[in-house]
Antibody, heavy 121, light 107 residues
Framework: QVQLQESGPGLVKPSETLSLTCTVSGGSVTSANYYWTWIRQPPGKGLESIGFISYTGSTNYNPSLGSRVTISLDTTNNQFSLKLRSVTAADTAMYYC?????????????WGQGTTVTVSS | DIQMTQSPSSLSASVGDRITITCRASQSISTYLNWYQQKVGKAPKLLIYDATNLQSGVPSRFSGSGSGTDFTLTISGLQPEDFATYFCQQGYRPPRTFGPGTKVDVK
């Protein structure tokens, strides 16, 4: 059974870079059936797609985040990562990694438990 | 971006009730519509994909319908564990946007 686990600092200073890693167990990030996705949810609010990466390393980012986002794949460690640059308080949120199935109308069928990131000095 | 709306934003119901949540897309998304359940402090859980397909392990009291721009999630015979927030999401085009959610609480 596939499981995802987010890790990274819970506190980031304004203007710095938020860095998170998602470790995949019970499956491979090189599987052609899936995209690997980051989602975030500000406190008390809805869900926002940040972006995703395919097994080939091709990426797609939410334009609302502009050029601040990079998602990368580490096939050696079976992980994928998120970097969000120049953060502000508006980036404070619960961050989830998830598996995206293209054959299930791009549904997110497996989620990590989430990690809280607070942007504050 | 494709905008997703949901109605109602909240509803109060009792165990055993049949409830329906509506989701609307700002443009046609065929059946690229997915539904999730989220409980407080937990990650969302996939319930339905492709508008009508029940995810493995999800009880049959959950059902989905619709195509194009209008979709519904129905829970037939609400159970205590079903009190949660429900989100729709379009899988038609990136960014794959979510609806704002519908909170189902106890009447």
């Amino acid at each position: 059974q596939v499981q995802l686990q987010e890790s990274g600092p819970g506190l980031v200073k304004p203007s710095e870079t938020l860095s998170l890693t998602c470790t995949v167990s019970g499956g491979s990030v090189t599987s052609a059936n899936y995209y690997w996705t980051w989602i975030r949810q500000p406190p008390g609010k809805g869900l926002e797609s940040i972006g995703f990466i395919s097994y080939t390393g091709s990426t797609n980012y939410n334009p609302s985040l502009g050029s601040r986002v990079t998602i990368s794949l580490d096939t050696t460690n079976n992980q994928f990562s998120l970097k969000l640059r120049s953060v502000t308080a508006a980036d404070t949120a619960m961050y989830y990694c998830a598996r995206n199935r293209w054959d299930y109308t791009y549904a997110l069928d497996v989620w990590g438990q989430g990690t809280t990131v607070t942007v504050s000095s | 971006d494709i905008q997703m709306t949901q109605s109602p934003s909240s509803l109060s119901a009792s165990v055993g009730d049949r409830i329906t949540i509506t989701c609307r897309a700002s443009q046609s998304i065929s059946t690229y519509l997915n539904w999730y359940q989220q409980k407080v402090g937990k990650a969302p859980k996939l319930l339905i994909y492709d508008a009508t397909n029940l995810q493995s392990g999800v009880p049959s009291r959950f059902s989905g319908s619709g195509s194009g721009t209008d979709f519904t999630l129905t829970i037939s015979g609400l159970q205590p564990e079903d009190f949660a927030t429900y989100f729709c999401q379009q899988g038609y085009r990136p960014p794959r946007t979510f609806g704002p959610g519908t909170k189902v609480d106890v009447k």
